[in-house]
């Protein structure tokens, strides 16, 4: 996986409480535990770390269904 990817997943990780456990990039993260709350949280950490802003229309679950698809979603914010 490239470096966005290792940055996502790393702040998916630490928002979930998870740790050294191997996240699945395609697994759906209400598997391991996102709830629109902690997608809030993930969505605040991800702003601050990267610069970027995600706009209304992004903030909805299927942005944040797996870590992939938010990758997705922030790469098209940095670029």
Same mark, same amino acid.
């Given at each position: 996986?490239?470096? #966005?990817? !290792?940055?996502?997943?790393?702040?998916?990780?630490?928002?979930?409480?998870?740790?050294?456990?191997?996240?699945?990039?395609?697994?759906? #993260? &209400?598997?391991?535990?996102?709830?629109?709350? @902690?997608?809030? $949280? %993930?969505?605040?950490? %991800? $702003? !601050? @770390? #990267?610069s970027i802003e995600f706009p209304?229309?992004?903030? $909805?679950?299927? =942005?944040?269904? =797996?870590?992939?698809?938010?990758?997705? &979603?922030?790469? &098209? %914010?940095? &670029?």
């Amino acid at each position: 996986m490239d470096k #966005l990817y !290792e940055i996502v997943a790393g702040l998916v990780k630490k928002c979930l409480g998870m740790d050294a456990e191997e996240l699945d990039p395609d697994a759906d #993260l &209400s598997v391991y535990g996102l709830t629109s709350l @902690r997608m809030v $949280e %993930l969505m605040t950490e %991800l $702003e !601050e @770390r #990267l610069s970027i802003e995600f706009p209304d229309e992004m903030i $909805e679950p299927g =942005t944040f269904r =797996t870590a992939r698809s938010l990758t997705d &979603s922030v790469r &098209s %914010l940095v &670029s």
